[in-house]
């Protein structure tokens, strides 16, 4: 069984950084590919960046291109999410998620943490 834990959510300004971290056990996130999502409240989970299983390819939601960053350090078996200029249309809970392949639906999810950032 996998499980992902995330962490790092909180509230900030707007124009201030976030660093989420979602801890994996039961499958290591290098064989793993993994994702962050978010949900606003009253609106639909989006995608928001992705990490291939097998290399360092990332893919990232138009809104959040060039200001959020994916990553993961297969040492410490987490998976990170670097936030960087947010904006009040940031806000949701982030989830962290993971699949075998690099296609196909996301297999498993974390809890969630909430993210807030004020205007």
């Known amino acids: 069984q996998v499980q992902l834990v995330e962490s790092g959510g909180g509230l900030v300004q707007a124009g201030g950084s976030l660093r989420l971290s979602c801890g994996a056990s039961?499958?290591?996130?290098?064989?793993?590919?993994m994702g962050w999502f978010r949900q606003a409240p009253g609106k639909e989970r989006e995608f928001v960046a992705r990490?291939?299983?097998?290399?360092?390819?990332?893919y990232y939601a138009d809104s959040v291109k060039g200001r959020f960053t994916i990553s993961r350090d297969n040492a410490k078996n987490t998976l990170y999410l670097q936030m960087n200029s947010l904006k009040p249309d940031d806000t949701g809970v982030y989830y962290c998620?993971?699949?075998?392949?690099?296609?196909?639906?996301?297999?498993?999810w974390g809890q969630g943490t909430q993210v807030t950032v004020s205007s």
């Open positions: 998620a993971a699949r075998i392949l690099d296609r196909g639906d996301y297999a498993y």
């Open positions: 039961g499958r290591t996130v290098s064989s793993s590919s």
């Open positions: 990490i291939t299983r097998i290399g360092i390819t990332t």
